[in-house]
């Protein structure tokens, strides 16, 4: 429901790790769902994950168990585009990270939504004026909506307006995030790492720098950032939680975007090259019995 209490038809292309969080959220609310993805098999894991969140919400108290079937029942599973965005008001893409994948679904995505409907994107690290470039007049249609994992608890829809998005679709995506129940902000320019991304950024690098430094050992840094300022995880266990290669990937674009303050450590760059991941590789800046 929006803010007045309004359904909405959304589709969410992409049912993986965000895409099924988010699917989750937008039916929970009272929104009628379609989740899109190219792999029955993705959108059967990402029905089943749902199913499990639901449990642990109704055996913590958030949920009625009545209301599992309920919201379920607003989902409908799809593998094609057309079909799904016919007569939608809302479409978040959340799709894998690579942008000729996100230039082929938009465009198809375009080719068969209603004129008006808005068009999200969960890209984390992609420009979204190059995202809805390939739709001409359509680009401002385009919007960054930007969950965090895992949707279903994170408080926060980063929105980032990109060159061309219009007040009205960024309006219409920030009623429609709280309508999720969510806080927003919005990036009002364009630019790489937007606020979120650039500001754990330079916590990380610090953290990292620290290490180098010789000054704490991984747990006391971890811990510092924990209790001093409530974080739920420090930033050296987030990046072996989250995975090394991922943290440098993140670091090389900031650092070729915004410039030296950005540059990835050595101590990082030697982790991943030495195939120290992190949780998937069973090793990273902590132990995890790889
Ligand atoms: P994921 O790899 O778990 O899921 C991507 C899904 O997209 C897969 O199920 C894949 O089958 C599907 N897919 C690929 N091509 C498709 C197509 N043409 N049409 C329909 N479905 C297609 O990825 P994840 O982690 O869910 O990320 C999705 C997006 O969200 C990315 O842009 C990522 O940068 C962004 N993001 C990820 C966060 C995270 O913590 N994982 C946090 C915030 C944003």
Do not use: W
Not at 117 to 128: E, H, R, W
Not at 152 to 171: A, F, I, N, Q, W
Not at 222 to 241: I, T
Request: with cysteine; charged share 25%; hydrophobic share 40%.
């Amino acid at each position: 429901m929006t803010d007045n209490g309004t359904v909405q038809k959304v589709a969410v292309i992409g049912g993986g790790v965000m895409g099924s969080g988010i699917a989750q959220l937008a039916a929970t609310v009272g929104h009628e769902v379609r989740l899109v993805d190219v792999s029955p098999e993705r959108l059967e894991t990402a029905l089943a994950a749902i199913g499990t969140s639901l449990d642990r919400f109704i055996r913590s108290g958030r949920l009625e168990t009545d209301q599992r079937e309920e919201i379920l029942g607003r989902i409908t599973p799809a593998t094609r585009i057309p079909e799904a965005v016919e007569g939608v008001d809302v479409v978040v893409e959340a799709v894998l990270e690579r942008l000729e994948v996100k230039h082929q679904v938009m465009t198809e995505v375009a080719a068969h939504a209603p004129a008006e409907a808005i068009l999200g994107t969960n890209t984390s690290q992609l420009s979204i004026t190059a995202i809805g470039s390939v739709l001409g007049e359509g680009a401002s249609r385009v919007v960054g909506m930007h969950f965090f994992n895992p949707a279903v608890l994170m408080r926060l829809v980063e929105l980032v307006k990109g060159l061309e998005t219009s007040e009205d679709t960024l309006r219409r995506a920030e009623d429609f995030a709280r309508s999720l129940g969510k806080e927003t902000v919005v990036c009002l320019k364009d630019s790489p790492g937007f606020l979120t991304s650039r500001i754990s950024a330079i916590l990380r690098m610090e953290a990292l720098h620290m290490l180098e430094e010789g000054l704490a050992s991984p747990e006391d840094i971890d811990k510092a950032v924990r209790l001093a300022f409530n974080h739920p995880m420090g930033p050296l266990e987030l990046g072996d939680f989250n995975g090394l290669d991922t943290y440098l990937d993140a670091l090389t674009g900031l650092h070729a975007a915004h410039g030296e303050r950005f540059r990835p450590p050595v101590v990082l760059r030697n982790m991943v090259a030495a195939g120290r991941l992190g949780r998937k590789s069973g090793r990273g800046f902590y132990d995890h019995g790889g």
